[in-house]
């Protein structure tokens, strides 16, 4: 089936230690996302690609690094330096690098303990 | 990216009442899509609009783009139990802007 697969669905992480969280997709989709969700809030942007081998930061960057070496693969890493890293983390893609409709994996639950 | 104004925050109905929820932003949008998100899952893409005043129904679901392209409707009809969950508004800059969500509670 087409469709975005995020893994792991559940992790647990020490504090100081990196994580990376994968995100591939088989819709031959130009443009990746990564978003994280806070209970009670809404998406907030982290990184997201238009093409490979390129990358930009959203509105909350700081403490993540991402990579786009493949076109159908968009790997998140938590690093350290994230001070409040437990959240549920959701990667999209588009069809097209101007965006239009985007659709989602089914996310990551991350907890920092 | 902006955080939309999304309201009401929560919804708690009879199953057959119909519901209604906006989204209103300071910016202009050129695409508003709306999403249905049920617990430890991701979005769903319910309705997608592309067009200042566009109505746009996928079943029950029925959506709008406000004319002035800062504003946009939800509306759902004769609501079911399985309608429950959270509903998204977002619009489209370079990526997507989310609101926080409008919760909904069906009750049979």
């Known amino acids: 089936d087409g469709g975005i697969t995020q893994s792991p669905k559940y992790l647990f992480r020490k504090e100081g230690q990196n994580v990376t969280l994968s995100c591939e997709q088989n819709l031959n989709h130009d443009a990746m996302y990564w978003y994280r969700q806070d209970p009670g809030q809404g998406l907030r942007l982290i990184y997201y690609?238009?093409?490979?081998?390129?990358?930009q930061k959203g509105d909350i960057a700081e403490g993540y690094s991402v990579s786009r070496e493949k076109k159908e693969s968009f790997p998140l890493t938590v690093t350290s330096a994230q001070k409040n890293p437990t959240a549920f983390y959701l990667c999209?893609?588009?069809?097209?690098?101007?965006?239009?409709?985007?659709?989602f994996g089914e996310g990551s639950w991350l907890t920092v303990v | 990216g902006q955080q939309l104004n999304q309201s009401p925050q929560s919804m708690f109905i009879q199953e057959g009442e119909d519901v209604s929820m906006n989204c209103t932003s300071s910016s202009i949008f050129n695409t508003w899509l709306w999403y249905k998100q049920e617990p430890g899952e991701g979005p769903v893409l319910l309705i997608a609009l592309y067009k200042a005043g566009e109505l746009t129904s996928n079943g029950r679901l029925t959506a709008q783009f406000g004319i002035t392209r800062k504003d946009s409707f939800l509306n759902i009809s004769a609501s079911i139990p399985s309608d429950v969950g959270i509903y998204f508004c977002a619009g489209r800059g370079y990526a997507l802007n989310f609101g926080k969500g409008t919760s909904l509670l069906v009750t049979p």
């Open positions: 690609s238009q093409i490979v081998n390129d990358f």
């Open positions: 999209a893609s588009s069809p097209t690098r101007t965006g239009g409709e985007e659709y």
